[in-house]
């Protein structure tokens, strides 16, 4: 069974920094795309970030140059620091690892990022 534990959510004052931590099990976690999403409240559901197996990122326009996706095959784990917080990024952030041996994705149950101004 497929399990993915977010964390490092918290509150964090806007300018500041935060890394999120994706701890994954039950998947083939080294040939597995992992990605990062947010929704904030009334909002869709939207991509942060994505990395490939082959350590490739993709990033939202919004985080460019501010957020950072990576990824330690060794341990089953996926970060996203986040750095210079702005007043739009507070949102449950989750994780999202795709397996291309089962072509399914699965979702954490998130991690809350709040920012104070």
């Known amino acids: 069974q497929v399990h993915l534990v977010e964390s490092g959510g918290g509150l964090v004052q806007a300018g500041g920094s935060m890394r999120l931590s994706c701890a994954a099990s039950?998947?083939?976690?080294?040939?597995?795309?992992m990605g990062w999403y947010r929704q904030a409240p009334g909002k869709q559901r939207e991509m942060v970030a994505i990395i490939t197996s082959g350590v490739s990122t993709t990033y939202a326009d919004s985080v460019k140059g501010r957020f950072t996706i990576s990824r330690d095959n060794a341990n089953n784990k996926g970060y996203l620091q986040i750095n210079s917080l702005k007043p739009e990024d507070p949102a449950v952030y989750y994780c999202?690892?795709?397996?291309?041996?089962?072509?399914?994705?699965?979702w954490g149950q998130g991690t809350q990022v709040t920012v104070s101004s």
């Open positions: 999202n690892v795709y397996s291309l041996i089962r072509s399914l994705g699965y």
């Open positions: 039950g998947i083939s976690f080294s040939i597995a795309a």
